[in-house]
């Protein structure tokens, strides 16, 4: 698999250096965003914002920052867009739902060339490519922060009159105050691999409306950690349950929207693309955003809905093609009703009875083993083997990638280890102290992240 990119950071490969422990994921159907109000007057000419960004769902209006006619967003063709007295987008697109961008948006209008006073940088390369470019007048005073003609305060996912949710994570957001803040202040690219990476912050002061937002503080998402004490004041439908250990520094596996199946049934992926829904009487399905070819990798997964035609596998890496996964490319998956089935040339379905029906309360742990001479497959329900097979013959020598299939809201609440939308109780992680589950991985298994994959991958 290939990890990273020099344009989209999938995750640090590095041991040492700066670490980022935790993001937040943001769901638009629950409207989760931060607000800060009431702060003190700031610059209105100058300043910096700057976050990594990893995002679960494409093709809609999502905004990650900003506030009344100052904002900086993903435009539905999946492009960034800007405005500050004028819009400014992309020609590049970002699709890469696997990866962690790191976007800087640098704002002054002191400078005497129009280009210079709003820049963008992604990954540490400036964006010079536009459909489209208005900037600001020269000293112009910006709308944000509470002072302006529309007087709105700075929002953090969302858009200042409601809707336009970000969908995804974000990691160390930063919002520097009265500073141009080069991109080099937060992130450099890696002497080996050249690819960008997180570094410490190391300008200078946030001024009087700046935050960092580090999101280490489960009990205080929206705790301000630069120094200022400028804490979100209204931190909407946020809770403990949406820090997350999917990082720039180690990202994890989740569902890939790209890869569910064709047109006709796309399902909705959502909570950090670690769920899948259709709510029309049809299947739907999606593969991971991370395939395999050796090691031995462990996730987790409860059934959601009525118990029925929920599927929980693992499929090649060959497209969808027609409307039943099940039965094309090669796949082996596991029923909630008791039954097993796989695909190799033609669909066979296993007898009943190999195990008992499963529950929207059990815990169905996979340990896929690559490394064996033959490759094989195991589920566990509530931390007990239920099954336990070779993978199929056309299966031994491909790339592998986890796989679910519903039907209508029947489906599975995933669990790569970096972030669920299931209560866990035990916290467990592998033997790297990776992922967090329900039950500990067995013996040599692994989260599917990238600092694993580094090392045995």
Not at 359 to 374: E, K, M, P, Q, Y
Request: charged share 15%; aromatic share 14%.
């Amino acid at each position: 698999m290939e990890v990273l990119q020099r344009t989209a950071n999938r995750g640090s490969i590095s041991d040492g250096g700066y670490e980022i422990g935790n993001s937040c994921k943001f769901e638009p159907d629950n409207s989760e965003a931060f607000n800060t109000t009431n702060q003190a007057a700031g610059n209105r000419k100058t300043w910096t914002f700057s976050a990594w960004v990893k995002r679960s769902e494409l093709g809609s209006l999502q905004t990650i920052f900003g506030a009344g006619d100052v904002f900086i967003r993903f435009d539905t063709p999946d492009v960034i867009q800007t405005y500050a007295g004028g819009y400014v987008t992309t020609n590049r697109k970002f699709r890469d739902t696997s990866a962690w961008y790191h976007i800087v948006w640098l704002l002054d209008t002191t400078q005497s060339t129009a280009s210079n006073r709003s820049r963008l940088y992604v990954n540490g390369v400036q964006e010079t490519s536009f459909s489209g470019a208005a900037y600001p007048d020269q000293n112009a005073d910006l709308d944000l922060g509470g002072q302006g003609a529309s007087s709105n305060w700075i929002q953090v996912g969302r858009w200042y009159a409601g809707g336009r949710l970000f969908s995804g994570y974000m990691a160390e957001v930063h919002y520097v105050n009265g500073t141009v803040a080069e991109p080099t202040a937060f992130g450099e690219f890696d002497e080996d691999s050249g690819i960008w990476k997180p570094k410490k912050y190391t300008g200078g002061g946030y001024g009087t409306q700046g935050f960092y937002y580090k999101f280490d503080d489960s009990s205080s998402m929206g705790k301000d950690s630069s120094g200022e004490g400028h804490n979100a004041n209204s931190v909407e439908n946020i809770t403990a349950a949406d820090q997350s250990t999917d990082t720039p520094t180690n990202n994890f596996c989740t569902l890939n929207p790209l890869w569910t199946g064709n047109t006709s049934y796309v399902g909705v992926i959502s909570e950090g693309a670690t769920i899948l829904r259709y709510s029309s009487g049809t299947k739907a399905f999606a593969k991971a955003s991370m395939g395999v070819t050796n090691g031995k990798w462990y996730w987790e997964a409860m059934p959601h809905g009525t118990i029925g035609s929920q599927y929980l596998g693992i499929q090649t890496g060959v497209n969808f093609t027609s409307s039943t996964a099940l039965s094309q490319d090669y796949t082996m998956a596991l029923n909630t009703t008791g039954r097993y089935y796989s695909h190799s040339g033609s669909l066979s379905e296993s007898g009943a009875g190999q195990f008992t029906n499963l529950t929207t309360s059990n815990v169905i742990g996979v340990a896929l083993d690559l490394d064996s001479s033959t490759k094989a497959i195991k589920y566990y329900k509530d931390g007990s083997v239920i099954l336990s097979l070779n993978l199929i013959s056309n299966m031994q020598d491909e790339t592998i990638f986890p796989f679910i299939q519903n039907y209508e809201n029947r489906s599975f609440n995933l669990n790569f280890g970096g972030y669920t939308i299931n209560t866990i109780s035990s916290a467990a992680t592998d033997e790297n102290g990776y992922g967090t589950f329900e039950y500990a991985p067995p013996s040599g298994y692994y989260a599917l992240c990238t600092k694993n994959l580094a090392e045995y991958g």
